[in-house]
């Protein structure tokens, strides 16, 4: 079955500390993997994603994710968090080909940073 | 291009009465897909559109819901008799189709969502 799991539900982190958010997926094939961000109340903001090619990739707001196919992860990273980033951050993945184009979602990791 | 607007951001109403949600896609974009979100939850899947025709809808979407595309542009999602359980966020996002990989294909862009409440 095709599944994305975020095993955090909740992670709390001080100003400044680096972050790594999990993401692992069970896909019958090499998926489209993304990462989005949503704020209270709002829609979801596309932080990165990875089609193909260098398996690490660079986001928006100083975010980074790397795609490892041996242990089908996908973990979000930033080096120093900032209290703006505090937010709910959903793991997606899709297909490559095909017509089903729905994305599968985790359940999402709640972020809190503290001052 | 403001992105993708969804009209309106709340609605409150009372169990049975119906309830539309309009969404306007980014203009080139001419997929468009509705998903609901609850609270603690990531998003479900509930239609999509390629240009005015319904490609795919989710068992989710039960007789009570209906989704329109006519001129292939803006949407909309139609609730009617509504349930306690329909309380939700609904997400409108929307993308351009194209090779796998093209640029900006299979990338979704989301509204701000349209939360709706049942009393």
């Known amino acids: 079955a095709q599944s994305v799991t975020q095993p955090d539900i909740h992670i709390t982190v001080s100003e400044g500390a680096s972050l790594e958010l999990r993401c692992n997926y069970s896909?019958?094939?090499?998926?489209?993997l993304f990462w989005y961000v949503q704020s209270p109340g709002q829609g979801l903001q596309l932080l990165l994603k990875?089609?193909?090619?260098d398996t690490l990739v660079q986001g928006i707001k100083g975010f980074e994710a790397e795609f490892k196919r041996s242990q089908s992860s996908f973990n979000l990273r930033k080096p120093s968090v900032h209290w703006s980033d505090a937010a709910e951050y959903f793991c997606?993945?899709?297909?490559?080909?095909?017509?089903?184009?729905?994305?599968?979602w985790g359940l999402g990791t709640s972020l809190a940073v503290n001052p | 291009d403001t992105g993708v607007s969804q009209d309106p951001r709340h609605k409150i109403t009372k169990r049975g009465q119906n309830v539309t949600f309009r969404c306007d896609p980014i203009?080139?974009?001419?997929?468009l897909y509705w998903y609901r979100q609850t609270l603690g939850q990531g998003p479900e899947f509930l239609t999509y559109?390629?240009?005015?025709?319904?490609?795919?809808k989710s068992r989710l979407l039960s007789d009570r819901f209906s989704a329109e595309r006519p001129k292939g542009s803006f949407s909309t999602l139609e609730i009617q008799r509504t349930e306690q359980g329909d309380s939700a966020m609904y997400l409108c996002?929307?993308?351009?189709?194209?090779?796998?990989?093209?640029?900006?294909?299979?990338?979704?862009?989301f509204g701000a969502g349209s939360r709706l409440t049942v009393l």
């Open positions: 997606a993945v899709g297909p490559n080909a095909g017509n089903n184009r729905k994305l599968i």
């Open positions: 896909y019958g094939a090499t998926p489209y």
């Open positions: 203009s080139e974009h001419n997929r």
């Open positions: 559109f390629q240009n005015e025709a319904q490609l795919e």
């Open positions: 990875y089609f193909s090619g």
């Open positions: 996002a929307s993308s351009l189709a194209g090779a796998p990989g093209g640029s900006g294909a299979n990338v979704l862009t």
